[in-house]
């Protein structure tokens, strides 16, 4: 009996040694691969442009506010509303706009420089945004409180990370051109944020009165979308001559 | 006694693992803790109770008490091993164990890998297994079973009776499987209206939610109807019976309730009190039935285990002569 009971013994406390070992959470630090350097075969002399807004008919929805009182840490954070329809001066913000068609095979450089999704006010900030595939995204987390990072792409892999304290981060490089791939805080269930995945530079989201610009466009017709949280999506084509910045409108309906 | 007792209080702890399994399915907190078997890296026993919010207070609840089942279903299984003489019974604590540790797993894999449907459903499954098993064990280690149900002779040979108990319990069980299928693929609204589907007693148009969440509804009609004829034919034959009156008639009051929870799961947009209910409920359905059906099969299941010539350990010499008497 004893000649099982000792390894047995053991066993057991090596696994609760490694289970004590791993606690106080942990820092989470992926390192992005390196992107493959790429010449910009943009020509800043011929390049153009495009500027418009987004605009909305129809009364959406009021904000509700949010019953955040599962994380006291949140509900000390002040009263927070839904986020699904933000409008100002009739235009409607939080729309992701891109190049959907158009760019034909030309490859662009990934920018080293990440781009940030914080987890502030138990909200993320910013809610819509974009990035370039094998471009570093750094999830932060600014609460005092736990936040779990849960990404649920189609073409892409899905991850979920917990970020337990204060000031952890974690970079995460999404490999595949998605639009749009989900987070979702699966702690606070009211938290949700979107990232439109690209091989190209060429995105906006409608801020304020649903504005956008997206400069830098080569000479070219392209298939332009506009994505909306709810509203779906809505496409365009534009042509762009040199040095032209093309105004365009994208109208949701409710 | 005391093993009965502790049996009945490792069912009771089960019913409340489902519950809290269930509550976590219901408030979409399955991936808020995403690590395990640490919890965001804390060993689990020793996660601050201070950052029990928000989902978490659901999937970590779910995985403290999974382990607490566990353990008493370990010590169950020793104590089994220890001071019951019937084999089968004893093989029954092995089988629970063995069952409880794949359950865990299966709860570990499903966070690990994202909540894959199959595997959500395995484990949503398995833990109504779990729980039949903790009823069979504690029906099977009580005085009553043990005595024959002393003062009234051995249950009859009535194999109508074994045969549609059996049924109803078999087609609980599926109805349990159909059930979880439908809250795992999120097809629990997918008809939104009740009794009638879209206005109508067939639903318009099809699509695999639909037919899933149909299928639960005609399901709950095919064991409603089952449990009647099994609780008529005991109330027809067996009426001086109370080992079966008693599980029949509370067959139909657990079917009533959990048919009752699931129209208000739906009326109330899958409540997650009112949606955890109504998977508990199943699963004291699925007991309930599970007890009818071993009761009628009392003397066949002894005479499969062999396990006749022990009836003197449990005095049954004593009521078979008095039943004889009768005779």
Known sequence: MTTYLRPCLALLLLVLLGSIACGGGSSENAAPAPAAAVADPVNPETAGGLKGSIKLEGTPPAAQTINRRSDPYCEQQGEAKTQNFIVSNGGLENVFIYVKDGLGDMKFPVPTMPVVLDQHGCTYAPRVFGIQAGQPLEILNSDETLHNIHALPMNNREFNRGQALKGLKHTHVFTTAEVMVPFKCDVHNWMNAWVGVLNHPFYAVSGSGGAFDIQRLPPGTYTIEAWHEKLGTQTQTVTIGPKETKELSFTFKL | ?327
């Open chain 2, 1 to 327: 006694m005391r093993l009965h007792l502790y049996a009945v209080l490792v069912a009771l702890s089960t019913a409340v693992l489902i519950f809290a399994g269930g509550l976590v399915t219901s408030t979409g907190s399955g991936l808020s803790v995403p690590d395990w078997p640490t919890t965001y890296g804390w060993f689990m026993f020793t996660f601050p109770l201070d950052k029990m919010v928000g989902g978490i207070r659901f999937e970590h609840t779910h995985r403290l008490i999974a382990s607490t089942v566990g353990f008493l279903i370990l010590v169950l299984a020793v104590w089994l091993r220890l001071a019951e003489p019937r084999q089968w019974v004893r093989r029954l604590g092995y089988i629970v164990l063995g069952a409880v540790i794949t359950q865990g797993i299966l709860g570990g894999i499903t966070v690990l890998w994202f909540l894959p449907d199959p595997i959500s459903i395995a484990h949503a499954s398995l833990a109504q297994l779990v729980f039949c098993l903790t009823i069979a064990i504690a029906l099977t280690t009580s005085p009553g079973w043990k005595r024959a149900y002393a003062g009234r002779g051995p249950v009859p040979n009535d194999r109508i009776l074994q045969q549609i108990a059996t049924a109803t319990t078999v087609l609980v069980y599926v109805q349990i499987l159909v059930g979880a299928t439908m809250r795992h693929t999120d097809a629990g609204l997918a008809i939104p209206d009740f009794p009638l589907a879209f206005g109508q007693l067939i639903p318009p148009s099809w699509d695999p939610k639909i037919a899933i969440h149909f299928a639960h509804r005609v399901g709950a009609l095919v064991v409603t109807t089952f449990a009647l004829a099994t609780t008529g034919h005991v109330f027809y034959h067996h009426r001086t019976r109370p080992e079966l009156w008693r599980p029949s008639a509370l067959l139909l009051v657990l079917i009533a309730l959990q048919i009752t929870l699931g129209a208000l799961t739906v009326l109330s947009h899958k409540h997650y009190i009112i949606n955890s209910l109504h998977v508990v409920t199943g699963a004291s359905v699925l007991a309930t039935s599970l007890v009818l059906t071993l009761r009628t099969r009392r003397g066949s299941l002894d005479a499969l285990a062999g396990s006749s010539g022990r009836d003197e350990v449990y005095g049954l010499h004593r009521d078979v002569r008095h039943a004889r008497g009768h005779a």
